[in-house]
């Protein structure tokens, strides 16, 4: 039975378009506070107060790619955040003596100086995203990270990321792990929309053909997390719980779904099943996750039943913009559905619309907890989870954001 179509149109009212800009301004506020007198960048307590601590390349990645593109949409004031980001990135995170991004230092220097692929996709976004806003340091940095992907990373004949190096380049695990290669297209395909250059599409592309094409369509379009170095899959693998945990995760199914239509919408959109899988990467995923009380399961296991009922921000943040992408390309009555229960989740739950941000975590009992995460750590998930959905396109983000604050849809 064919559903009846919907659009975004038909959720997006005026009054629910000014909901969203005012949630989105109000993180851009929060978060304007990680900047620390010093010129460096903290996570955030739950009132918006930094934490003193080493700044992690996590932290620093992610606001620059977040203040850039709370510029682009035209935020006031966001460029300080980017300037401080990239000057970090430059000075302090890239490493002079043998090369790369360390993950973390203080004032003294380096603290942890381990090479991770995640770490540096984050620098590639970073860098695209910055480029994306003007900044004049971008380019330098994006060719940067780009040769050290190239040469330390990236596995040609996999077309797959490896994972991780100590800080002279030495190898101490043969571990795989999709997280990162998920990363890395999102990296890639900000890295081709902002520069045109056709080598991020391509290996993009590559990344999700192994991921969707050859996991998610032999694994009942569930996407094991953990890998050996012959990419096989390690269904015993159990490592951080938080980072790498047993099992599937489905906000990663979310993203790797909507990842797969932007790169499908910038290839022109060949005749190649992208949205029968990406559909059947997401609502695979909103089914089998889906709490009755409301969130996700953080973790399943290889069959689909939750493992871990715990309920973060960031799922709902992703499987926001995987509906909403549905929505501009194939949108059904089911698709609205679950776009405004999932928005009436965020603003119930998570959603501080008195202090801003969102709550990273809640419990039982629907309450912000602090379990897995202090404060208001990040600001990524949700402000996309706001700005991607508020343009028409499936691609170009940068672009489609540009002056929406400008806009008098509100």
């Given amino acids: 039975?064919?559903?009846?179509?919907?659009?975004?149109?038909?959720?997006?009212?005026?009054?629910?378009?000014?909901?969203?800009?005012?949630?989105?301004?109000?993180q851009l506020d929060l978060f304007r506070a990680s900047l620390r007198p010093d010129g460096g960048l903290a996570v955030l307590d739950r009132d918006g107060?930094?934490?003193?601590?080493?700044?992690?390349?996590?932290?620093?990645?992610?606001?620059?790619?977040?203040?850039?593109?709370?510029?682009?949409?035209?935020?006031?004031?966001?460029?300080?955040?980017?300037?401080?980001?990239?000057?970090?990135?430059?000075?302090?995170?890239?490493?002079?003596?043998?090369?790369?991004?360390?993950?973390?230092?203080?004032?003294?220097?380096?603290?942890?100086?381990?090479?991770?692929?995640?770490g540096h996709m984050f620098v590639l976004l970073a860098?695209?995203?910055?480029?994306?806003?003007?900044?004049?340091?971008?380019?330098?940095?994006?060719?940067?990270?780009?040769?050290?992907?190239?040469?330390?990373?990236?596995?040609?004949?996999?077309?797959?990321?490896?994972?991780?190096?100590?800080?002279?380049?030495?190898?101490?695990s043969d571990y795989r792990g999709m997280n990162a290669n998920m990363h890395g297209i999102e990296a890639h395909l900000?890295?081709?929309?902002?520069?045109?250059?056709?080598v991020y599409l391509e290996r993009a592309g590559?990344?999700?053909?192994?991921?969707?094409?050859?996991?998610?369509?032999?694994?009942?379009?569930?996407?094991p997390e953990h890998y050996r170095a012959d990419w096989s899959v390690d269904e015993t693998y159990e490592g951080n719980p938080m980072f790498r945990p047993y099992g599937t995760t489905p906000g990663h199914s979310f993203e790797i779904g909507r990842l797969l239509l932007?790169?499908?919408?910038?290839?022109?959109?060949?005749?190649?099943?992208?949205?029968?899988?990406?559909?059947?990467?997401?609502?695979?995923?909103?089914n089998d996750a889906w709490l009755p009380e409301g969130g996700f399961a953080y973790t399943l296991d290889f069959d689909g039943s939750p493992r871990v009922r715990d309920?973060?921000?960031?799922?709902?943040?992703?499987?926001?913009?995987?509906?909403?992408?549905?929505?501009?390309?194939?949108?059904?009555?089911?698709?609205?559905?679950?776009?405004?229960r999932l928005w009436d989740t965020a603003f119930t739950l998570f959603i501080d619309e008195k202090g801003h941000g969102w709550f990273p975590e809640i419990d039982a009992q629907g309450h912000p907890c602090d379990r897995q995460f202090t404060g208001k750590p990040d600001i990524y998930h949700s402000l996309q989870a706001v700005l991607y959905p508020l343009h028409a396109g499936v691609s170009q983000h940068y672009e489609g954001i540009t002056g929406l604050f400008s806009e008098t849809s509100e």
């Fill in 190 to 198: 900000s890295a081709f929309e902002a520069s045109g250059e056709a």
């Fill in 49 to 118: 107060t930094a934490i003193e601590g080493p700044q992690e390349l996590i932290t620093t990645t992610r606001l620059v790619h977040s203040y850039a593109l709370g510029h682009l949409a035209g935020h006031p004031g966001c460029m300080p955040l980017v300037d401080a980001g990239m000057r970090a990135l430059w000075d302090n995170h890239r490493d002079s003596a043998y090369g790369g991004y360390v993950w973390s230092f203080d004032a003294n220097g380096p603290v942890d100086t381990d090479k991770l692929a995640y």
């Fill in 1 to 26: 039975m064919t559903l009846p179509h919907t659009t975004l149109t038909d959720v997006h009212d005026p009054a629910f378009v000014a909901r969203l800009k005012e949630d989105a301004r109000g």
């Fill in 311 to 340: 309920r973060y921000w960031w799922p709902v943040a992703e499987a926001i913009g995987a509906v909403a992408t549905l929505l501009k390309v194939d949108g059904r009555a089911s698709d609205h559905a679950w776009y405004t």
């Fill in 206 to 223: 590559r990344i999700l053909s192994f991921f969707v094409d050859h996991i998610g369509a032999s694994k009942g379009w569930r996407l």
């Fill in 127 to 172: 860098a695209a995203s910055a480029e994306a806003a003007g900044h004049a340091d971008a380019k330098r940095l994006r060719d940067d990270v780009t040769k050290v992907i190239s040469e330390r990373f990236w596995d040609e004949p996999a077309g797959l990321m490896q994972d991780e190096f100590r800080r002279d380049w030495s190898i101490f």
């Fill in 262 to 286: 932007q790169h499908w919408d910038l290839s022109g959109r060949p005749d190649t099943g992208a949205l029968h899988k990406a559909r059947a990467l997401i609502e695979t995923a909103l």
